[in-house]
Structure formats: structure tokens, C-alpha cells
């Protein structure tokens, strides 16, 4: 009897982790962790620490990888994650280049990818095959465009100079800052940088030459503070706008004096606790602040880290959804029926918004999810309006 009780319990043992590995979700993250886009990924990161280790109710596993915020390695981390470790579902990348880079992978392996990255080209056109699997949680340039225009036109702003990154990014937020403006505002100056350029003197001239009542700065992290210091450096005197992009805190450590009273459209999540009670979000955001800080410290919180956990926030309603069809993870199934999820996903509260995801639109935040920022005081604080 006792030989035969230890028998049992051996297969027992090892029943129970076959069990536990076929019910577990496997998520692979690709961010940038090192190269120009760390801070955004460091931050990312932050939040993924936090991520509880269940999804719908079942142990998850999570992967994450350095892209070094390189297009070929990301790709590379793509390939690794679904051909290797299997995974049910691909959380970022944070830059627009490589989650578009991605979108190849994700429809090949039919593999659901929710992007950190901003721009609106990772998810549309909705018509193009590739872009079914890949969903994303930053708010859309449009969204934040229309809150800025609406600013601006609160402040009695009637001309605009424009300097942005001469890569993807600038090029979204032109577009959509120009359809935005329609016939309200004049754009007089249009202006490009490199991320890595050490100066933008020429660029900071030609646009104050143009006599601007406000300047928008279509940057991100801290590259984006230097067009900003060097149009005060020249004299500037209007009111200068970043986009949702500087929300990092190396960024106001690199702006220092020079960007207090910057205004920018963020998150919710960022400014949460000052938020009014009526805000929709505000729940949601606090106790998200509040986890976050009690782990890395107060004002530490950012754009990309609410982001980062409401993509779990997302996943975490979508996989419990995909089980109840009796797919199992690790399965093509699976992964279709955790795409079709996410694609129905209805007024789900996420740190930075309210998701309502559909087969036209694979990002899902309205007006709630953007509110007007300013720094103050060294730090992103909610501007009343």
C-alpha cells in the first residue's frame, strides 16, 4: 500500500503540471528597454512588473524582450515569441516603425498584437488584412489633435508654428493636427528635426520669424524638449504645446525650468488624482496610481506605463472571454478566438480611458479617454478647463 500511494502520487505530480501548462497564456512583450526609446520602455516595463499572473482566471506567462528600439530586432523578438515560445498573444512594441514592421509576423502566424506605439497607421486602414490581428492602447494623434486645437481656440490662439520629428511620428501629427485646425487656425510654419539632432537653431528661427501665437512640438521623450529650449533661448514668447509623447519623466528632467507651463493632451491616468470626480476614468486611474507609485514612488507615473497595464486590463477581459469558447491556449484556435475578443471588447475602463473595440476600430478610446495637461512644479499636473 504505501509503495502503491507513492506510485500514485508520482503520477499525480506530474499530471498536475501537464494540466497547469495546458491552461496557461503565454504573452510575449517586445519594448525598448535600451536605445533612444529606454525611457518610454523603461517605463513600460515598470507597469508589466505589476501585471498579476493570471489572465481570465488562468496562470499566464509572460516573456518580454529588449528590442534595444531596433526595427530588425523587434522583428526578430516577433519571430522568437511565436515560433518559440509559443505565445498567445504579443503586448507592443513601443515605437510606430517596429510595431508596423510587426504587423507581417502578427498575420502570418495569426498571432493578436496589442501595440504601445501611438500612431494610427499600426491599426488602420481596418480594410488591410494584415492589420486584423493588431489592436492598440495609446490614444489615436486625432483624439489628441482635436483637444489641442479646442485648447488653443479657448486661448485665443489664432496662428501656429509646427516642429516636428521628421520620421512617422511627425508625419501623423501633421496630418492630424492640419485636419484638426481645419479653417480655425493657420499653421504659418512647418518645420522637421532628427530625434538625434544636437541642435534645431535654423528650425527655432524660421519658425519664430513666422510670428506664431503658439508653437506645437510634435516630438516624443526627450528629444522633444530641445526645440522647446531652444525657441526660448531665441526669444520666443508665445505659448509652446508638446503632444502626448513627452510623458516621461526624463523629459522634464531635460526640460527642467525651460518647460514648465508646457501644455500637452494626455491620459487620464497621468494627472488621475487630480482629475474631477466626474470623470468616468478617474476609479480606474487612481488605484492604478496608486499601485504603481507605492511600488516606484509618488509622481513616477506616465502616459506609457497606463498604457502597459491596460494592456493586461485588456487582455485579461479578452482571455477570459476566449476560454468560454473551449479553445485552448498554445492553440491556433485560441489565438482567433482571443483575436475575436479583443475585437468585442465593450466599455471596458483602462487607466487612460474607456475601450469600445470593434472591426472599424482597433483602438477604441473616445473624448474620455483625453484630458489637457501643463507641467507645473516639475511635474504633469491636470489643466482645468
Known amino acids: 500500500m504505501p509503495h502503491a500511494l ?201 519658425v519664430i520669424s513666422a510670428k506664431p501665437d503658439a508653437v506645437l512640438v510634435a516630438g516624443s521623450g526627450t528629444p522633444a524638449a530641445l526645440p522647446q529650449k531652444t525657441l526660448l533661448e531665441r ?6 504645446y508638446q503632444t502626448h509623447g513627452i510623458g516621461t519623466l526624463e523629459f522634464l528632467q531635460v526640460g527642467g525650468k525651460e518647460v514648465e507651463g508646457t501644455l500637452f493632451p494626455t491620459g487620464p491616468g497621468v494627472v488621475a488624482r487630480e482629475l474631477p470626480d466626474s470623470n468616468p476614468v478617474k476609479a480606474v486611474a487612481v488605484a492604478f496610481a496608486d499601485k504603481y507609485e507605492a511600488q516606484y514612488g509618488p509622481n513616477t507615473l506616465t502616459q506609457f506605463a497606463g498604457d502597459a497595464y491596460g494592456a493586461w486590463m485588456l487582455l485579461d477581459s479578452a482571455v477570459g472571454r476566449a476560454l468560454k469558447t473551449g479553445a485552448k491556449p498554445g492553440t491556433p484556435e485560441f489565438r482567433k478566438a482571443l483575436r475575436d475578443a479583443l475585437e468585442n471588447t465593450r466599455d471596458l475602463v483602462v487607466p487612460n480611458g474607456v475601450l469600445n473595440i470593434s472591426a472599424q476600430d482597433h483602438q477604441g478610446f473616445d473624448e474620455r479617454a483625453r484630458v489637457m495637461g501643463v507641467v507645473r512644479g516639475g511635474r504633469f499636473s491636470y489643466a482645468s478647463q
Do not use: C, H
Not at 498567445?88 to 516603425?97: F, L, W
Not at 489628441?144 to 485665443?156: F, I, Q, T, Y
Not at 493636427?177 to 528650425?203: H, M, P, W, Y
Open 6 to 206: 507513492a506510485r500514485l502520487a508520482a503520477v499525480v505530480a506530474i499530471a498536475l503540471p501537464a494540466l497547469s501548462a495546458n491552461a496557461e497564456v503565454v504573452i510575449g512583450v517586445d519594448v525598448s528597454t535600451t536605445g533612444p526609446a529606454a525611457a518610454i520602455g523603461i517605463q513600460t516595463n515598470n507597469a508589466i512588473r505589476l501585471w498579476p499572473a493570471t489572465l481570465g482566471g488562468e496562470p499566464a506567462r509572460y516573456v518580454v524582450l529588449d528590442d534595444a528600439t531596433d526595427v530588425s530586432r523587434a522583428v526578430r523578438n516577433f519571430r522568437k515569441l511565436t515560433s518559440e515560445d509559443k505565445v498567445d498573444a504579443i503586448v507592443g512594441p513601443n515605437t510606430t516603425a517596429a510595431a508596423v514592421a510587426g504587423l507581417d509576423v502578427a498575420a502570418e502566424t495569426g498571432t493578436p498584437m496589442v501595440a504601445l506605439a501611438a500612431s494610427a497607421v499600426i491599426v488602420e486602414p481596418q480594410s488591410d488584412p494584415k492589420r486584423k490581428w493588431v489592436f492598440k492602447m495609446p490614444q489615436n494623434d486625432t483624439l489628441m489633435a482635436s483637444v489641442l486645437v479646442e485648447d488653443m481656440k479657448r486661448k485665443g490662439v489664432r496662428t501656429v508654428g509646427f516642429i516636428g520629428f521628421a520620421d512617422s511620428y511627425g508625419d501623423s501629427w501633421w496630418q492630424a493636427f492640419n485636419a484638426a485646425a481645419g479653417d480655425s487656425l493657420k499653421i504659418v510654419a512647418q518645420e522637421r528635426f532628427q530625434r538625434t539632432d544636437a541642435s534645431v537653431v535654423g528650425q527655432a528661427l524660421k
Open 235 to 240: 526669444g520666443y514668447s508665445g505659448t509652446i
